[in-house]
T-cell receptor
Framework: RKEVEQDPGPFNVPEGATVAFNCTYS??????FFWYRQDCRKEPKLLMS???SGNEDGRFTAQLNRASQYISLLIRDSKLSDSATYLC???????????FGSGTRLSIRP | GAVVSQHPSRVICKSGTSVKIECRSL??????MFWYRQFPKQSLMLMAT?????????EQGVEKDKFLINHASLTLSTLTVTSAHPEDSSFYIC????????????FGSGTRLTVV
């Protein structure tokens, strides 16, 4: 089993739609979680950290479910510019390294 | 915010030659930097963890004699791909964490290596 798993997609949704991704992790001792966004042939960029209480940043909402060991990302009112690959990132318990999911591709159509 | 500068952004080299990639933290000190490799349509795979003033820690399956890492200062880590082969062609990205904040890891812009 992979340490961090994501549905690779692609998710193809119309502009304005709401879309959600999940990411599961295998190490119950993992301590920090992030969502990154990566555009084609570019480096990943931090989208948001994921807190136990859940957090929201504009149209983006991230949640953590420790019991079921998954994190989620919800995008509301999607824009064309949201088209990208979204990477789930988990920091191990010793905070010594971060592990990437394989990414979920999102394509927003007009 | 934290900025990581990576050079070169693109390099084409002949088989058998060596290529050095630099990763610099511009406005913070990074005692630890990470080197990743990403093949097309795949996720980033951690190659090694670079520690300032000590030997790098390599992930399983990564040849330390082929991918030389040097982290001689708190702001600079280098990755040298030695005796490059076409299968080494990939996107190499470094990252570092600014311990002053909690904003995750900052990435360099990546180096696209093509070995011909």
């Amino acid at each position: 089993r992979k340490e961090v798993e994501q549905d690779p997609g692609p998710f193809n949704v119309p502009e304005g739609a709401t879309v959600a991704f999940n990411c599961t992790y295998s190490n119950s001792a993992s301590q920090s979680f992030f969502w990154y966004r990566q555009d084609c042939r570019k480096e990943p960029k931090l989208l948001m950290s994921v807190y136990s209480s859940g957090n929201e940043d504009g149209r983006f909402t991230a949640q953590l479910n420790r019991a079921s060991q998954y994190i989620s990302l919800l995008i509301r009112d999607s824009k064309l510019s949201d088209s990208a690959t979204y990477l789930c990132v988990v920091m191990d318990s010793s905070a010594s390294k971060i592990i990437f999911g394989s990414g979920t591709r999102l394509s927003i159509r007009p | 915010g934290a900025v990581v500068s990576q050079h070169p952004s693109r390099v084409i080299c002949k088989s058998g030659t060596s290529v050095k990639i630099e990763c610099r933290s511009l406005d913070f000190q990074a005692t630890t930097m990470f080197w990743y490799r990403q093949f097309p349509k795949q996720s980033l795979m951690l190659m090694a963890t670079s520690n300032e003033g000590s030997k790098a820690t390599y992930e399983q399956g990564v040849e330390k004699d082929k991918f030389l890492i040097n982290h001689a200062s708190l702001t600079l880590s280098t990755l040298t791909v030695t005796s490059a082969h076409p299968e080494d062609s990939s996107f190499y990205i470094c990252s570092a964490r600014d311990n002053r904040g909690s904003w995750g890891y900052t990435f360099g812009s990546g180096t696209r290596l093509t070995v011909v």
